[in-house]
């Protein structure tokens, strides 16, 4: 091939223009122009379904069936699984059915494939393919061709799988976080939470609700990781841990309950909780914490520290010893501020170091009023870890 023709065909799948097209439609013009210059009849775009490793058919031209019937591919099955496991280009000059998974193609009548890995920062997010229905010996600069197609492609599928993402971590955060903390007689709370990541949503949650002994169930946790995958194990754990509410008031048996879900449900996942319940008469607080840092407790007339109070294996840590449970008085004024480790640990310095800014900060004073001078004066500007603060005051 001359110069100029294997540089305009280059041009063709690098041109500005795409950049200014939706995800979607950049994905559909570039299946088009690359089918319109390898002289294919197909082009497919399959996007690795990292939780399932399969190979999920996204945009095609000629094979839009795939998309319809929702084909998945195995990784290391098939032609498309081979390229993705194999990360390298695949030519099949001769397909047969024992060649591939997708049932569209035999019945599309392709003879010839061309498949190459879609790559980012190293790992595989997709494979790119073209098939002809007559047989095809594919050149080195056709197999160049469709790698950069397979670049441009990777990175409108990186785009599309964050805003995916994004959009279903804010609904989980509309659904996960309590949108207003409820009103009761004698008590106020508030509350704060700052992602530390571009999802908007992680590991870190609260929850406060009712109980039917009349009692106040209060709970923060963290689940380790960020983004959409620590947000899903998160929901689960707090639907658990309300439902494990309704079946003991004794906040160590409800966290003991929670801990077997994990173990055996969300194995891997390194989760801590601190649960609490405040009493109709709001003079007592009992507490249990499963690996979670100790609340602030803040009383007039006294010096603000830590809760005493023991601190439990993290959830789904086998062979955990009986979980405690503590009881401390909430006198007339008092706060108690729970917080996630996002709010005070730093890299340059010691846990330790960051409690004790917070516990100069906090005060026995209307929560709105603490949460603000907590997050304005101990949190990080740019936090990298989710944070999760919530405070609660007896008036």
Not at 15 to 31: G, H, T, Y
Request: contains cysteine; negative net charge.
């Amino acid at each position: 091939m001359r110069d100029d023709e294997r540089l305009r065909r280059l041009e063709a799948v690098t041109d500005a223009a795409l950049s200014r097209l939706d995800v979607s439609d950049l994905l559909d013009e570039l299946l088009d122009r690359v089918r319109d210059l390898l002289e294919a009849d197909t082009a497919a775009i399959m996007l690795l379904d990292s939780h399932a490793q399969q190979l999920v058919a996204t945009a095609a031209k000629g094979l839009e069936q795939e998309i319809r019937q929702g084909i998945r591919v195995p990784m290391g099955r098939g032609f498309a699984g081979r390229v993705a496991q194999g990360r390298r280009p695949l030519v099949l000059q001769d397909v047969t059915a024992d060649d591939v998974v997708s049932p569209v193609l035999i019945e599309k009548g392709v003879r010839s494939l061309l498949g190459v890995p879609m790559l980012a920062a190293g790992e595989i997010i997709g494979v790119l393919h073209v098939g002809t229905c007559t047989p095809r010996q594919f050149t080195p600069d056709d197999v160049r061709l469709l790698e950069v197609a397979a670049d441009r492609a990777g990175a409108a599928g990186q785009i599309r799988a964050r805003k995916l993402d994004q959009a279903a971590a804010l609904a989980l955060q509309r659904s996960l976080l309590p949108p207003v903390l409820p009103e009761l007689p004698g008590l106020s709370l508030a509350a704060r939470y700052v992602p530390g990541h571009e999802f908007g949503l992680g590991g870190d949650w609260y929850d406060v609700f009712r109980l039917p002994s009349g009692s106040l169930g209060l709970v923060i946790g963290d689940v380790s990781g960020h983004g959409l995958a620590s947000a899903v194990v998160m929901g689960r754990v707090r639907s658990a841990l309300r439902a494990y509410t309704l079946m003991s008031d004794d906040p160590a048996e409800v966290l003991t309950l929670l801990d077997r879900k994990v173990r055996h449900f969300e194995a891997g996942s390194l989760t801590t909780a601190l649960y609490a319940t405040i009493a109709p008469g709001q003079a007592t607080i009992r507490l249990s914490s499963a690996g979670h840092l100790r609340p602030v407790i803040a009383v007039p007339g006294r010096a603000t520290g830590l809760v005493d109070m023991p601190v439990d294996a993290p959830l789904g840590v086998a062979g955990v010893r009986e979980r405690r449970c503590t009881s401390i008085e909430l006198p007339p004024k008092a706060l108690v501020l729970c917080y996630t480790d996002g709010l005070i640990e730093r890299r340059d310095r010691i846990i330790d170091a960051g409690i004790e800014a917070l516990i100069e900060v906090v005060r026995p004073a209307a929560p709105e009023i603490v949460c603000s001078e907590v997050m304005t004066s101990v949190g990080p500007d740019q936090p990298t870890d989710d944070i999760a603060v919530l405070a609660v005051h007896r008036k």
